[in-house]
């Protein structure tokens, strides 16, 4: 259990530093960027999110500032640091890396559609 946690928390962090590589973006803009991207398939709930981000706060890895939304209300704004950055490409190349072997594993890599 604790494995697919890791994993699980481990994927929640890198779309989250993946979703602010171009830019600041306050906690639902990263959860709507994420569902937008993945076409709906993912979606994070405040649950999800929010210990994330203060953990990849805590991490040092993305800043907090708080300002006003689109809707004119105050948010807590999250960008990127130096560390994060660094942090996702090494995530990235990690998990693509994972990702194929599952996919050569479960003999689907390269095959588009479902099984």
């Known amino acids: 259990m604790?494995?697919?946690l890791n994993l699980l928390k481990g994927t929640v962090d890198v779309l989250i530093?993946?979703?602010l590589e171009n830019g600041p973006r306050h906690g639902y803009g990263v959860a709507e960027w994420i569902?937008?991207?993945?076409d709906g398939t993912l979606l994070l709930e405040e649950g999800t999110l929010y210990p994330a981000l203060h953990r990849l706060?805590?991490?040092r890895l993305v800043e907090g500032e708080w300002g006003v939304s689109d809707?004119?209300?105050?948010?807590?704004?999250y960008r990127l640091t130096d560390a994060g950055r660094r942090r996702l490409e090494r995530d990235t190349a990690d998990w693509a890396r994972y990702a194929?072997?599952?996919g050569q594993a479960?003999?689907?890599?390269?095959?588009s559609g479902t099984p």
């Open 2 to 4: 604790t494995d697919s």
């Open 35 to 38: 569902e937008g991207v993945t």
């Open 57 to 59: 706060q805590r991490k």
């Open 71 to 77: 809707n004119n209300r105050r948010a807590k704004f």
């Open 17 to 19: 530093l993946r979703a």
């Open 106 to 111: 479960l003999g689907v890599e390269g095959r």
């Open 100 to 102: 194929r072997a599952v």
